[in-house]
């Protein structure tokens, strides 16, 4: 996942740091590209975390006109219960296997569509590589 997800760094052009958590919330890997933000460190961990933990991308806590965590929401303030942990944007995305959520994967380091195109080629990554042990 994470030499995937690299790849479609560098294919873009963007200095990422990817985090890759298990079900816990727990680092299991993270590669920090050369030239990446040494804050990318942390906020990639948070969102894998956050993904995990709440077992859905990150970006849609925020998405109008329902994100649970857009002012006036059920859940405004959610990023507070977690100080420096819990992310409610862009860059976290939820590994799911056999209908369980089984770990994250977060990105940092570049706008939505790039943190999106990135975390999505390190999903990709994990797909092929079950489909390749005999699937689900």
Same mark, same amino acid.
């Given at each position: #996942?994470? &030499?995937?997800? /690299?790849?479609?760094?560098?294919?873009? *052009?963007?200095?990422? +740091?990817?985090?890759?958590?298990?079900? *816990?919330?727990? !680092?299991?890997?993270?590669?920090?590209?050369?030239?990446? /933000?040494?804050?990318? !460190?942390?906020?990639? #961990? &948070?969102?894998? %975390? +956050?993904? &995990?933990?709440?077992? /859905?991308?990150?970006?849609?806590? +925020?998405?109008?006109? =329902?994100?649970?965590?857009?002012?006036? =929401?059920?859940?405004? @303030?959610?990023? #507070?219960?977690?100080?420096?942990? %819990?992310?409610?944007?862009?860059?976290?995305?939820?590994?799911?296997?056999? *209908?369980?959520?089984? @770990?994250?994967?977060? $990105?940092? *380091? @570049?706008?939505?569509?790039?943190?999106?195109?990135?975390? &999505?080629?390190?999903?990709?990554?994990?797909?092929?590589? $079950?489909?390749?042990?005999?699937?689900?």
């Amino acid at each position: #996942m994470l &030499a995937a997800a /690299r790849a479609k760094a560098e294919e873009i *052009g963007v200095k990422q +740091t990817i985090c890759v958590c298990d079900d *816990g919330g727990n !680092v299991l890997g993270l590669h920090r590209l050369p030239g990446a /933000r040494l804050t990318g !460190v942390e906020i990639s #961990m &948070a969102k894998a %975390f +956050t993904a &995990a933990g709440h077992e /859905r991308a990150t970006h849609k806590f +925020t998405e109008p006109p =329902n994100g649970p965590a857009l002012p006036g =929401n059920e859940a405004f @303030g959610i990023n #507070m219960i977690y100080p420096g942990k %819990f992310a409610i944007f862009v860059g976290g995305f939820p590994i799911e296997h056999d *209908g369980q959520i089984v @770990g994250a994967v977060g $990105v940092s *380091g @570049g706008n939505g569509a790039q943190d999106k195109a990135v975390g &999505a080629a390190a999903l990709e990554a994990f797909a092929k590589h $079950v489909a390749e042990q005999g699937g689900a």
